[in-house]
């Protein structure tokens, strides 16, 4: 007997299945209904139902029978399972010298970027606290028993699988954090740190004011890019890691400002 269920690919895959449809249509431009659905075996209203998520998170403007890319989807969010693929060598870098930060018995918190997480997956299972919002990065410290987990809880944002709000606000306010590390969607010498979503802007802005130490971890793919809420000026960090191609006079306009620029190859 066959050990196979004809179920299990759709019952798995779903975020996969998002992924590849977004691999496509940055290949192609444009997706068919019939199409992916044959490819990924599902019915197609399962795959009308992936469409209209992707059109609602502003990535996609559906067609007669498909679908293709917004082309104002710079103004959005990427959802986790996407930007996890984005400029993955520069974020590798970038997290392999901010664990060199980080040192035994501090206390850290972490955004929910993918950055972030890419840092947990590589952090070694040592004595530290790590206070989070974001439930990837959680999950992925569950096995790391040495390291005490505070994750606030309130409302999930299912993109990017973290809980913001007001209740995760007043809860980041009971705690004191020496290093915050963290990501933007994009940054600006003169408009500094932005995010498209007001309510992680929020969140972040708490956690600012109990850390110590502010430390950006951004690749150089996010310069000049904003986004519609600011949350940080520049010359608030202490520490900036990013990757080698940030034109110099910004690093030097950086400097000026106070800010140790971290350069990684």
Not at 93 to 102: D, M, P, R, T
Not at 147 to 171: P, Q
């Given at each position: ?138 999950n992925e410290l569950v096995p790391k028993t040495e390291i005490n987990v505070i994750l606030i809880g309130g409302y999930l944002d299912r ?107």
């Amino acid at each position: 007997m066959s050990s196979k269920n004809p179920r299990r690919q759709d019952a798995l895959s779903a975020a996969q299945r998002k992924l590849e449809t977004l691999r496509i249509l940055e290949a192609e431009g444009t997706v068919r209904v019939s199409g992916l659905s044959r490819r990924f075996n599902v019915t197609e209203e399962t795959i009308r139902r992936d469409l209209e998520r992707l059109e609602l998170e502003g990535i996609v403007v559906r067609t007669h029978g498909g679908a293709v890319f917004n082309r104002n989807r710079e103004q959005y969010e990427s959802p986790a399972v996407q930007r996890e693929t984005q400029n993955i060598e520069e974020k590798k870098a970038i997290v392999e010298h901010a664990l060199l930060l980080i040192q035994p018995g501090d206390v850290i918190a972490l955004d929910a970027s993918t950055t972030c997480l890419h840092l947990v997956k590589q952090l070694p299972n040592r004595p530290l606290t790590v206070l989070t919002y974001s439930l990837a990065i959680a999950n992925e410290l569950v096995p790391k028993t040495e390291i005490n987990v505070i994750l606030i809880g309130g409302y999930l944002d299912r993109d990017s699988m973290a809980n913001t709000g007001i209740h995760a606000e007043k809860m980041v306010e009971s705690y004191h954090v020496d290093k915050f590390l963290f990501s933007c969607h994009g940054f600006d010498l003169s408009r500094g740190l932005t995010e498209p979503s007001e309510a992680h802007v929020q969140l972040k802005k708490k956690i600012i004011e109990i850390s110590d130490e502010l430390i950006l971890l951004t690749d150089s793919s996010k310069f000049r890019r904003k986004s519609l809420v600011r949350f940080l000026g520049m010359e608030d960090l202490n520490r900036f890691i990013t990757d080698d191609q940030l034109p110099e006079e910004a690093i030097h306009e950086l400097e000026e400002m106070g800010v140790e620029v971290i350069v990684v190859d």
